[in-house]
């Protein structure tokens, strides 16, 4: 799918790829309404455009005064969109789609409270070593994309420079 184009009136150019998202807009088809918008997926950086059916508003309400109340509801969810909510969050624990070195610094301050000065000392070298292959390799590597390939890579890469792997269990609350 092509990235959705968004030139507003003005001639602004492209919404969509400076927010990460292109504005909720109603439609008015003949068989349904609906509220669509597009949103960047945090997974593959693609645009998925999203769609909400709101024909029930119409028998509810009305056509004029549908309008009047999903042209605020439209309002809300722009302004949520403009904060960076993302639907994408609502099933799924957002910290999935985090980079791995945010990650990783949250799981050394974690961690610092219960460990010994020295464990902390020897986790940062290791997570530091495996910061510099993942920014190598994989720069826009998140927790969910993460898997048992990168880690055999990774393994991989640290014997190729002549040091051991030494196997740590990290517990993680």
Known sequence: MSKPQLITSQGQGIIGELF???PAVLKEYKEFWCIEYYVKNPITHEFQRKREKVTCYINRYGKMQARSYLRV???QLNLKLSQGWSPFFV???SRLYERIT???EKFISERSRDLRPDTIRSYKS???EFLRFTKEN???ITASTFNHNI???YMDYILSKGNSIQITTMYVR
């Open 20 to 22: 990460g998202y292109v």
């Open 73 to 75: 509801v439209i309002n």
């Open 91 to 93: 099933q799924e624990d």
């Open 102 to 104: 945010e990650v990783t």
């Open 126 to 128: 290791s997570i530091n």
């Open 138 to 140: 994989y720069p826009t």
């Open 151 to 153: 880690a055999v890579r």
